[in-house]
């Protein structure tokens, strides 16, 4: 097909940055790439990136204390709505399970919508009620409320929570990871402990353990000098305590631990954990504790090997990490279930959480427990020079949001402000950042399994929680509240931007191909062909009417609101074409051009100045029906000695050396040369051809003398060149440099390939002044950055 009209003006548009002015004639076989002082967007931040949590499983190994464990209880908490709120309780669409009517009945409900919002009370029960829907009498689960209120509307918000943390918890007593005969003891825990719960190891009948991971070798060296700290009594017999590495990789101790609660601080050498030989070979240390002879309480458990040195609860390599990438913003999300106060605590001082439907009752389940604490996560973006992006819970209530701006910038003879204080902060957070970012949970509108009942996006709740903060004598303008919707759903985005009109940003997961078919590879059967339909696939649903970020992007003019992407990647999970070619494209130099690009578009484009990568760690998801597809980590390995990135990190990395000050206006001219792509761009309409898509995309930056810029060259298969132009002169006749190529375009850096494939290059241009001509390869990406002279 041919591109339409709206089409064509915005692919223009985005060749010449938005102006339509041309400079002197260029020569047909050039690119000449002309940098002006017209400012399209102001205070630009580097791409950011979804720090994660910090699972061993996933390839993380993030915080120096790999344990951080108590066995205190969980916070319950939900979000519901449905189709009634009447004088004596609320429907909601969510079936409400026996065992989350066992936690909830008793508890508080909290009314989020409507005439009655902010009415809180006691739920007295949960019974069945039948209302009509979808034209039939269906059964809904009904929340009775124990006083009469005013009718709501429907879908209104009910918060709904219940606090069991003096039943604490333990994991499953699944054999392998905790003994069966183990349990929870209630109200002995050692002197100033947090909580009410300790663990009880039972040896009495035979040996009984709990174990407690590290992280895997590959990631992170685990022979060395490790801290074992805790706290531990005898309950009954004359038990012994044994503490030592699985598989016998270091060092063991044997204890006799007395009635009387003790501190115990051991270290442990660690040097028999042998290095990975293979892709598929990797040693994990686990640290057991094993008891015989009697039971045992324990307690507190920190776990930690020697040698890190900066002065975040984060180490060494994770720290060096991010500063590779130097991300302008860190994420961290969260769904329900959690407290604010809750947030604030470091982990050994906090207890479980949920709102997950799928979770049951504790102390035997595993709940979510949060790996670093906001404050942990404020002086690592502190420390590494960037602005964070910390999801709080996705219900909380409007008290809570008020003491979440005291504890940001109340001064330190505040409650929250002394508690900030006593956490070793006593400046206020609001003086430090030049924004922090917060939302509301994460993805309330998602009705996948884990995200439902974790937050609430409609009427009056997201609204009256920004009001309240922004009602704060603690508020100030750099504290930026997001809301946040479906990427693909524009429809109900308009709702949301409506339901709360004082939100400073609106956010979405603008995620690239969604899905990949056996009958599209078969058209799609060459690498040029793939790639061509991969990198205009995004560009269609920026410009083509019918594309969902071309729909937000007018959404959000109208709103008057700026546009944030929390999430972005790849998202080839659907679909039943085999996981090599997901793959290929996934973590490729392709791949990663590709999402740098989008990132670097939505810039200039759409004015989103703060977006989030998704994610730092994870090197895997099990698709449905798919397999194993390499997403969505971008850090493969963080491990000084064997660091190894993906192209997507590497891209964004080299986009991070430019971003800075102002973006300002490129035009293009001359050879500007395009290529066509054939594929789904949208289901709806099938097959298509898009032609005219620009292979050359250019991004300049102006911050004081610096000027910088970025070229992607999307063309599958031909180097072009270009020439640079811009104002004035350079100050030295040189600009550093760095690029990003290969040979191929799946390169790759998998473990499976014995060294990286793609790398980001520095290098210097000498005799570097306006007029500058260069050759930029086929899928590659060039930055450069000079001063200019007054």
């Known amino acids: 097909m041919k591109l339409t009209r709206t089409c064509v003006v915005l692919l223009s548009a985005m060749l010449a940055g938005g102006s339509g002015r041309l400079s002197a004639q260029a020569p047909d076989d050039i690119t000449t790439i002309t940098i002006t002082d017209r400012v399209l967007v102001e205070d630009c931040i580097r791409l950011g990136i979804n720090l994660g949590g910090d699972t061993y499983y996933s390839g993380a190994a993030l915080v120096k204390k790999r344990t951080r464990q108590n066995f205190e209880g969980a916070s319950y908490r939900q979000c519901h709505f449905g189709p009634l709120q009447d004088e004596s309780g609320a429907a909601t669409w969510f079936r409400v399970s026996d065992v989350w009517k066992e936690i909830l009945v008793g508890g508080k409900y909290t009314i989020l919508s409507g005439p009655s919002k902010g009415t809180t009370g006691t739920i007295v029960d949960i019974t069945t009620k039948k209302l009509k829907h979808e034209g039939q009498l269906k059964d809904f689960s009904y929340f009775v409320f124990d006083k009469p209120v005013a009718p709501g509307p429907p879908n209104g918000g009910l918060l709904v929570e219940r606090m069991r943390l003096d039943e604490g918890e333990l994991r499953r007593l699944d054999g392998h990871w905790s003994s069966k005969d183990n349990g929870i003891a209630i109200g002995d825990v050692p002197p100033g402990s947090f909580g009410c719960a300790a663990a009880l190891l039972s040896g009495t009948r035979e040996k009984a353990h709990l174990r407690f991971s590290t992280h895997y070798q590959r990631y992170g060296q685990t022979n060395g000098r490790w801290n074992v700290h805790f706290w531990a009594k005898a309950k009954s017999g004359s038990p012994q305590l044994d503490v030592r590495s699985d598989r016998r990789y270091g060092e063991s101790e044997s204890l006799q631990p007395p009635t009387k609660w003790t501190k115990f601080e051991l270290t442990l050498n660690v040097d028999k954990v042998p290095e990975p030989q293979g892709a598929e070979d990797n040693a994990h240390l686990v640290f057991v504790f094993e008891v015989s002879g009697g039971q045992v309480l324990l307690d507190d458990v920190e776990i930690w090997m020697d040698d890190d040195a900066n002065p975040t609860v984060f180490r060494d390599d994770c720290v060096e990490m991010l500063k590779a990438l130097r991300p302008g913003v860190l994420r961290y999300l969260q769904m329900g ?310 192209p997507t990190f590497l891209a964004c990395a080299l986009a991070n050396k430019v971003i800075r000050g102002e973006l300002v206006e490129t035009v293009h001219e001359g050879a500007n040369p395009t290529f066509s792509a054939t594929g789904i761009f949208s289901k709806r309409r099938g097959v298509e051809t898009l032609e005219n898509v620009p292979a050359l995309h250019s991004y300049a930056f102006s911050s004081g003398s610096m000027r910088g810029l970025i070229v992607v060259n999307l063309d599958v298969t031909t180097s072009h060149d270009i020439l640079v132009r811009f104002p004035g002169q350079a100050a030295e006749g040189t600009a550093q440099s760095w690029l990003l190529t290969a040979d191929r375009i799946t390169a790759n850096n998998e473990f499976e390939t014995p060294e990286p494939e793609v790398t980001l290059t520095e290098g210097e241009v000498t005799d570097f002044n306006s007029g500058h001509r260069l050759t930029i390869r086929p899928f590659s990406m060039l930055a450069l950055v000079w001063q200019v002279r007054p």
């Not at 992006?389 to 910038?409: A, S």
């Not at 729909?551 to 790849?570: C, D, F, T, W």
Request: charged content about 20%.
């Open 337 to 646: 279930g959690n407290t604010l106060e809750n947030c604030l605590r470091p982990p050994l001082r906090a207890h479980s959480f949920t709102s997950r439907r799928s979770h049951g009752r504790g102390p035997f389940e595993r709940h979510n427990r949060t790996p670093y604490s906001l404050p942990e996560m404020y002086e690592l973006c502190e420390h590494i020079g960037c602005e964070p992006w910390y999801c709080l819970p996705g219900t909380l209530n409007v008290q809570e949001i008020r003491d979440f701006m005291e504890y940001l910038g109340g001064p330190a003879d505040t409650r929250l402000g002394k508690m900030r204080a006593d956490l070793g902060h006593p400046k206020p957070w609001t003086d430090v950042f030049s924004h922090i970012h917060v939302e509301f949970g994460n993805e309330a509108w998602n009705n996948a399994g884990p995200y439902q009942v974790g937050g609430f996006n409609g009427s009056d709740y997201w609204k009256d929680l920004i009001a309240a903060a922004k009602q704060s004598p603690h508020y100030r303008p750099n504290v930026v509240f997001h809301t946040a919707g479906q990427a693909a759903y524009s429809g109900r985005n308009a709702n949301i931007v409506k339901n709360a009109p004082n939100a400073d940003r609106f956010g979405v997961a603008p995620y690239i191909i969604q899905s990949l078919s056996n009958e599209e590879l078969a058209a799609l059967d060459t690498d040029e062909k793939l790639f061509r339909w991969v990198f205009a696939w995004p560009i269609w649903r920026a410009t083509d009417p019918d594309g969902a970020m071309f729909q937000n992007h007018e959404i959000m003019q109208a709103g008057r609101i700026e546009l944030s992407v929390y999430e972005v990647n790849h998202h080839i999970t659907k679909g039943d074409a085999p996981p090599k070619r997901r793959n290929d494209i996934v973590t490729s130099i392709g791949g990663g051009l590709n999402v740098a690009n989008t990132m670097l578009q939505m810039l200039k484009d759409y004015g989103a100045r703060t977006q989030c990568l998704f994610s730092l760690i994870q090197h895997s998801y099990n698709a449905q029906g798919v397999g194993p597809v390499r997403l969505w980590g971008t850090a493969l390995n963080m491990r000084k000695d064997g660091t190894r990135y993906r």
